[in-house]
């Protein structure tokens, strides 16, 4: 993971109290939402930098991609659009092979996809991000209960 993350969390509440407060004057938007999008950057980077190897392979999408990897739009935004692989979650399917199902059987593969994402989102990879979260927090002296990941 980047290293200035932990970095910044070791700094003094004070310091980053004013570094958010100096981005939120210069930019022109709410210190609470420079606080939101650091942690937004900070769970980016434990998703595509701290996941373990091996793990079900993860791609960008929506507005945050855009702002986030790419700098292509300028806007605040504090959800993580993903898609998991859904092969890497043992449902795999092409287009084709779920066009030529009938709706009924579509339907059902579908929610099978939909269901083994939603299961790894909330499992594995929840835990993976909170172990991350907690070990930055104790490794800049702070409270390791005072952040939880949500889903």
């Avoid at 310091?15 to 958010?20: G, I, L, T, V």
């Avoid at 960008?60 to 300028?74: R, V, W």
């Avoid at 043992?90 to 099978?112: C, V």
């Avoid at 835990?127 to 209960?145: H, I, K, M, S």
Wanted: charged content about 25%; hydrophobic content about 40%.
């Amino acid at each position: 993971m980047n290293p200035a993350f932990n970095t910044f969390l070791s700094a003094a509440a004070a310091d980053r109290r004013d570094a958010f407060l100096g981005a939120s004057q210069r930019l022109g938007t709410p210190e609470q939402n420079i606080e939101k999008d650091f942690w937004v950057s900070w769970t980016l980077d434990a998703l595509f930098n701290g996941a373990a190897l091996g793990g079900p392979r993860l791609l960008f999408k929506g507005g945050t991609s855009l702002s986030k990897a790419f700098g292509l739009i300028s806007r605040f935004s504090e959800d993580i659009d993903i898609t998991i692989f859904r092969d890497d979650l043992g449902e795999a399917a092409d287009i084709e092979d779920l066009e030529e199902l009938s709706g009924t059987q579509r339907r059902k593969r579908l929610d099978a996809i939909k269901s083994a994402a939603q299961a790894h989102v909330n499992g594995p990879m929840r835990a993976q991000v909170q172990a991350r979260l907690t070990e930055a927090l104790e490794a800049a002296g702070l409270d390791p209960t005072a952040g939880r990941v949500e889903t």
